[in-house]
């Protein structure tokens, strides 16, 4: 892979899909979300992809996902003094998590970190895109690095399913063994991500991906953003997007949990406050898997309410239409409401109520707090 253009001799770049890997989709039936150009809508029947989601083998554009790329003698070091993962541990066969907080300790945007070559991308939200670049840039002062939009340097899908490991065996020869773990199989960086089902996804260059999607294409079914939204809720993996920014500690949307957190690493920006909430005792709010009987996905960032109390008791991360009717959710609410069995409900007090459940890993215990 070449070495991109040092940034002063890259014009900035908006968020694109590259025109071939675009057209390839809609050969394929995609058909886009009227809202956003670069996020597909389904391949043309909504209901059986739902279905076929959580019951068989599916691919899974992934360009809603924005993409930032840092390179540079600094990289490591620059994004280990503002992320609160150890970036050292990340390589060519490692990604993680990790989350970019303000000072207060609120998360500002999630991420999943992988590296090519020498340069390290990190997934994010796309609406928070250009704010994280500049915010990121303001904290660069003579650092050697530079920060860039990376939509449009690598193409990305995912593949979710009971084969979906099978399939790439066959297409690829391998396949990364354990969550998180990477690895380069014909120039393609795979990475296995958690899911109810074995779930990858994968990035490279265009020729590469559209010769990869074809041969998936055979017995995988392709399908719409949403459901890979769907996945990452079921897994319990959130994304904060401009309606949850400054919203909520790490620890509240459980990313000490699933790795995203490392306390063993040196300062970053906001690490007082998550280290304090870690060592002084467990947080009072937390995520879960909350399903609502409703027809239309909650905005992030809507509140939620409990009889149990006069203020809001917490706020939605992310949500997606759910196969079995619904709209199924990875919610923030606060930790009494969920173990007291207490109802919540959407918007307000007399909004749809929903059935909370917990996110498919274990909390740990409470922390003895520290005199």
């Not at 996902?65 to 540079?72: D, K, P, T, V």
């Not at 904290?139 to 690095?145: E, H």
């Not at 060592?279 to 960032?301: C, N, Q, S, T, W």
Request: proline letters at 7%; hydrophobic letters at 35%; a negative charge.
């Amino acid at each position: 892979m070449r070495q991109p253009k040092p940034f002063h001799q890259r014009p900035e770049r908006r968020i694109i899909m590259k025109p071939e890997w675009k057209e390839l989709l809609i050969d394929s039936g995609a058909e886009f979300d009227p809202d956003n150009e670069h996020e597909v809508a389904s391949f043309g029947n909504i209901e059986r992809e739902r279905r076929a989601t959580l019951g068989g083998t599916v691919i899974c554009d992934l360009s809603h996902i924005g993409l930032i790329q840092a390179y540079g003698d600094d990289t490591i070091a620059f994004l280990q003094g503002q992320l609160t993962n150890d970036v050292e541990q990340v390589g060519p066969d490692k990604s993680q998590l990790a989350a970019f907080c303000n000072p207060k300790g609120r998360a500002l945007a999630t991420f999943r970190l992988f590296q090519r070559d020498q340069t390290i991308y990190m997934t994010v939200a796309c609406d928070l895109l250009e704010d994280t670049l500049k915010r990121l840039r303001m904290y660069v002062l003579r650092s050697k690095v530079t920060l860039e939009d990376g939509n449009d340097a690598l193409v990305r899908f995912g593949i979710s399913g009971g084969n979906a490991e099978d399939e790439l065996e066959q297409a690829l020869g391998g396949y990364p063994a354990n969550v998180d773990e990477a690895t380069v199989l014909q120039d393609i960086t795979v990475i296995r991500v958690p899911g109810p089902a074995p779930r990858f996804e994968m990035y490279g260059e265009l020729d590469d991906m559209q010769k990869l999607w074809t041969a998936l294409n055979v017995r995988g079914a392709p399908v719409g953003a949403e459901n890979w939204r769907l996945l990452d809720i079921l897994a319990g993996i959130p994304t904060i997007s401009a309606g949850t920014r400054e919203a909520f500690v790490p620890q509240m949307i459980n990313y000490e949990v699933i790795s995203g957190v490392s306390f063993q690493k040196g300062c970053y920006t906001g690490q007082e406050v998550v280290a304090r909430m870690h060592y002084l005792g467990a947080p009072k709010r937390r995520m879960y898997l909350i399903h609502f009987d409703i027809d239309e996905v909650p905005d992030p960032g809507a509140k939620l309410f409990s009889t149990e109390d006069e203020q809001s008791v917490g706020a939605v991360v992310m949500g997606a239409h759910h196969p079995d009717g619904g709209v199924e959710t990875l919610s923030v609410i606060k930790t009494a409401i969920a173990d007291g069995d207490y109802p919540v409900m959407l918007g307000d007090l007399d909004g749809p109520v929903g059935t909370v459940a917990p996110p498919p890993y274990d909390f740990p215990p409470p922390r003895e707090k520290k005199s």
